[in-house]
Structure formats: C-alpha cells, structure tokens
C-alpha cells in the first residue's frame, strides 16, 4: 500500500510540469499585449510600459518567464496579477468558495445517483425505471445554463425558497441553489452507471448464493450488490470533482459566486499568466489527490481489490 501511495505522488511531479507548462505556453502565446489593455484606451507612457514589462518578465523569451514562474513557486510565491495582487490571496479568497460548491454539487449527485440508480435496478423495466431513464435523458440534453436560469427564475424569484444570486454572502445556504444545478447537472450519468452496475452485480453468483444462505434483501443489497456496485460510479464523481473546480465557470457567473471560475476566466481574458498558471497547478494538485483517494476507496468498497506492491 506504501510502496503503491509513493508511486502515485510521484506521478504528480511530470503531470505538474507537463500542465504548468502547457498552460503557461497557452497563455504567452495569446495575442494582445495584456500590459498595454491595463491602460484601456489612453496610450500609455513608453517608460513605464517598459518598466512594468521588466517587472513581470515580459521582454524574456517563454522559457525564462516559466523558469521565473517555477522557481516562484518553489518558494511559495505563486506570482503577482497585473492589477498588483497576490495571486495567493486571490486563491485563498475565491478556491474555498468553489470548494463548498462542488463538495455541495457532488453529494447532492452522489446521492440522487445511488437512490434513483439502485431503485431503478431493482425495478428494470417498470414504471420507475422507464420515468427515471426518460429524466435522466432530458437532464443530459438540457445545457447546465439553461437549468440555471430555470432554477433561478422559479425558485428564486417566483417561490422565494432561495436567493437568486450569491454575491458576497456565500455561505452554505446561499450556494445550495447553483450546488442544485450542477448536481442535476451531473446525476444522469452516475445514476445510469449505478443502475447499470447494479443490474449487473444482481446477476452474479454469489448473491444468488447470498439469498440462497438465507439473507434477507435488506441486507444483501447494501452490503452484497451495492457496495461492490459503486467503483464506476465513484470514479465518475472523482473525475465531475475536477469538472466542477474548474468548469463551473458558466454556474458561477449566472448566480454571481465570488470562485474561482469567474476569477480564472477574467484572468484569461486579461492574459494574466501568473494568475492562470498558479490557479491550474492547484487544480490539478487536487485532481491528483481526489483521484488517488478514490483508488484507495477501491479497495473498501471491494475487497478483491489488492494493491500491487
């Protein structure tokens, strides 16, 4: 187990370069001079355009910049935005927000999917499970803004049961409403896996020899068929948790939530490399580890899972 967690850390050192890189590389090579855009329309000083470019690195080549950015980063500075704040406090302000976000989105998810994905596979082809299928369908077609503004319209505005934007007072109640959406947003696929999976673990031997030693139902589905029925759909959830870290862009700008998603992409938009990069590597930090955690579930959830060492 040791040996095979140690591999996997280690997994993370080319997959942070190889991204870093990638992302740093996209941004530079954006068109547009992101210092002259800070002036707007008024030409800015030649001195002082030169000094701030200077400043950030800009008149070295790619690959100094990136060595500049790395060894920042090493250091525990993840840069400077060109609006003259610490990208670090820009991350330590906006990531907790997204975080209860996708944490709220993905147990609202989780739990729709086991529920309605289980129930549909102990009633295949009846009326659950037709009505739950034809549901699911309509979420996967239906885009995530459009479900937003739904949400937002009737139960915001016309019910009153939540508020209609986030803003500065984001606390748990106040992001249910979005963490609603991308949940909906998700559940169709997890659900289908869970029905599927279920479906097909009631078809093994050994529950039929687990019935036949005269377990009762209640007890067969949730230790027997359920629990060794949820690696597909817990690793769906591992890979919708980095979705949401980082695509939940379109959600958070409708409900008006102070994440990351709104910050990454004004960032883009003002080509602020350090921002970008900084907020990436953290991304893909977390991905790593969710994904290294859900491998270690694995092996709960069945025990004929064994680690390599």
């Known amino acids: 187990m040791a040996t095979y967690i140690l591999r996997r850390i280690l997994q993370v050192i080319p997959v942070f370069f190889g991204a870093t890189l990638l992302i ?40 100094v910049q990136y060595f500049y950015y790395i060894i920042g980063v090493f250091q525990g500075d993840l840069g400077v935005s060109y609006s003259g704040q610490q990208v670090s406090e820009v991350l ?19 739990i729709l999917a086991i529920v309605i994905g289980t129930i549909s596979a102990l009633r295949k082809g009846k009326f659950f499970d037709n009505t739950s299928l034809v549901v699911a369908l309509t979420f ?14 009737f139960l915001a505005i016309q019910l009153g049961w939540f508020r209609a934007t986030v803003g500065a007072q984001n606390g748990w109640f106040d992001l249910l409403l979005p963490a609603i959406v991308l949940g909906i947003s998700l559940y169709a696929t ?24 005269g377990l009762s139902r209640r007890r067969v589905i949730p230790v ?39 910050t990454l992409y004004q960032a883009t938009i003002r080509q602020e490399g350090p921002t970008v990069v900084s907020f ?8 790593v580890l969710v994904n290294l955690v859900v491998d270690l579930l694995y092996g709960l959830l069945d025990p004929r899972i064994r680690y390599a060492k």
């Open 24 to 63: 740093y590389f996209m941004v530079f090579a954006m068109p547009g001079d992101p210092i002259a855009a800070l002036f707007g329309d008024r030409p800015p000083n030649p001195a002082l355009l030169a000094q701030i470019r200077a400043q950030y690195h800009l008149d070295d080549p790619f690959i």
């Open 280 to 287: 990436v590597t953290v991304f893909v930090i977390v991905y």
């Open 140 to 153: 996967v077609g239906v885009p995530v803004f459009v479900l937003a503004f739904l949400a937002q319209y």
């Open 92 to 110: 330590a302000r906006t990531f907790p927000v997204t975080l209860r976000l996708a944490v709220m989105a993905i147990a609202i998810e989780l």
């Open 190 to 213: 997890s659900m289908r896996l869970t029905r599927a999976s279920v479906i097909d673990t009631l078809n093994q031997d050994w529950v039929r020899t687990a019935y036949s030693k």
């Open 224 to 262: 027997h068929v359920l629990r060794n029925s949820l690696i597909p759909t817990i690793t769906n959830t591992a890979t919708n948790f980095g979705v949401l870290l980082v695509g939940a862009t379109v959600t958070e700008g409708i409900f008006n939530v102070p994440g990351v998603g709104n």
